[in-house]
């Protein structure tokens, strides 16, 4: 596990077809401490390891790449997006809570996210040896400690419950050292997040030197400080953090105008404070792409998964709203949305028509938009209502609903943590947020809708109209087993101290 994996070649670097680059270990450390290319190509190359195809298990699929993972397990076991559909592709135990411990795209996700960890862990311990590091040195030093607090935060929201729900349940095994033994334990959720906060704040110190929103930044550090805290539930820590990156000066919130082209457009918005950059090299198209399994053109992607008819009614009483832009109806001639399997076909863009392709785009990790709502929620937990509404109206105000804002008051019936929690699902739907936010919350997911999360079942055979209890996973508790994944059998067979999920 402890092999360091970069591009060997600045010009292939520099032409970003990181994809068809065999990782090497022909660097050695010393190397990495006396060139500045070999230092800022051995992190470039953590880098290319969210968007690669890298080999597993003996070969290397299409479908397998940290970033389709990172989405697809997380939004496709929500209640954002339906599946239209039965398919072998093992994303559809996502929707169907099905998980094993054998199945292939967490089996690699886990994998990848260590082979990050590993490369980050050769380049912090050889650089930390160089005395008096230059600015230049220092940044990609910082660099490394948030993508090793990054992964092992997502590790843990993968593989580990809520904090909320268990902070000293077994969270996921903590790699901090190319020293560390093969067999090791893994550490409490508690420990995982003590060691996630260490390391970006560690990384932000670091970072005094930006080189552009594709990689990490201070601000960026800052801003996985204040998600980490959000689910931590320290609301103080999450209000200051989310605080400094907002008043940076450094992001701005996309207006309505521009809002329908944010995420086309990641690596240039004034949003983004982290992408994870793609270049036209880098279009996997149909297969193997983020958006190929929630956008077609008729010729780009199965398009076989859809915004579920749950968010749609969450958002209809504002059609106003821009971030409808995201969600597009397939209509015939007649202007009649068209059906598969019963479900209504309503594609979703996010990530699609970057330079115009319907399969790219450069996956946004943090933008000024989750800093607003990060505040808001924490503010509404806090008691400073006024505060978080303002916050909600900032965003709303460059959504388009300008004649719809708060202005301080909380709807009757309403509360201002449900109106925070509304606002995060239809700002960040897609984005992998959404069952995150619902179960550290303690709260139940509403699936109450025709789709294939229901195993085993087909559209004649539900009544919606009858109470949902019979039907699995319908409404999935907070308590359910199945909202986090097993640990792959890869590392619980060969690292007997590494403990299973019930």
């Not at 990054?150 to 809520?162: E, G, I």
Request: net charge negative; hydrophobic share 40%; proline share 4%.
């Amino acid at each position: 596990m402890n092999k360091l994996f970069f591009i060997i070649s600045p010009l292939l670097l520099l032409a970003s077809c990181v994809k068809d680059i065999t990782p090497s270990d022909a660097i050695t450390t010393a190397t990495l401490t006396t060139t500045a290319d070999g230092l800022k190509n051995a992190v470039n190359g953590a880098y290319a390891l969210f968007k690669d195809h890298v080999q597993f298990a003996g070969s290397t699929d299409g479908n397998n790449m940290y970033l389709r993972q990172y989405f697809q397990a997380s939004d496709f076991a929500s209640d954002d997006i339906v599946c239209a559909q039965t398919t072998t592709d093992p994303l559809f135990y996502s929707f169907s809570l099905g998980h094993t411990s054998t199945q292939t795209n967490m089996r690699y996700f886990w994998y990848i996210s260590y082979k990050i960890i590993s490369d980050v862990n050769t380049v912090i311990e050889a650089v930390e040896k160089v005395p008096n590091p230059d600015d230049a040195t220092r940044q990609l030093l910082g660099e490394c400690y948030f993508l090793r607090a990054f992964a092992h935060f997502t590790l843990s929201k993968y593989y580990a419950l809520p904090y909320a729900l268990g902070p000293a349940s077994d969270g996921v095994i903590l790699r901090l050292s190319t020293n560390d033994a093969a067999l090791k334990a893994r550490s409490t959720v508690q420990q995982v997040y003590q060691a996630v906060i260490a390391d970006a704040a560690k990384g932000a110190d670091l970072m005094v030197q930006g080189r552009g929103v594709q990689y990490a930044s201070r601000e960026a550090a800052w801003a996985l400080l204040s998600r980490v805290y959000l689910y931590e539930g320290n609301n103080d820590s999450t209000i200051y953090y989310a605080s400094k990156v907002i008043n940076s000066g450094k992001f701005t919130l996309s207006t309505a105008s521009d809002y329908p082209n944010l995420f086309a457009n990641a690596a240039a918005s004034p949003e983004t404070i982290f992408c994870i950059a793609f270049t036209q090299t880098e279009d996997y198209g149909k297969f193997g792409s983020i958006a190929s399994m929630i956008y077609s053109d008729g010729n780009s992607g199965w398009g076989e998964e859809y915004a579920s008819a749950s968010l749609r009614d969450s958002m209809s009483n504002h059609p106003e709203d821009v971030r409808w832009s995201y969600i597009v109806p397939l209509k015939d001639n007649n202007g009649v949305v068209q059906k598969k399997n019963g479900i209504e076909i309503y594609y979703i863009t996010k990530f699609s028509f970057q330079g115009g392709s319907p399969t790219l785009s450069s996956p946004i990790m943090f933008r000024m938009a989750e800093m607003y709502l990060n505040r808001a929620e924490a503010e509404a937990k806090a008691g400073q209502t006024g505060a978080a509404l303002d916050d909600l109206d900032a965003i709303r105000t460059n959504r388009g609903l300008s004649s719809s804002l708060y202005n301080g008051t909380v709807p009757s019936g309403y509360t201002a943590l449900g109106l925070v929690l509304n606002e995060r699902r239809i700002e960040l739907a897609f984005e992998g947020h959404r069952v995150f936010d619902v179960y550290r919350n303690n709260l139940s997911l509403n699936r109450t809708y025709w789709g294939y999360h229901l195993p085993g079942l087909k559209e004649a055979d539900i009544d919606l109209s009858k109470q949902p209890s019979g039907y699995a996973n319908m409404i999935v508790t907070p308590d359910n087993p199945k909202i986090i994944y097993y640990i792959p059998i890869d590392e619980v067979q060969t690292n007997t101290l590494c403990t299973q999920n019930k």
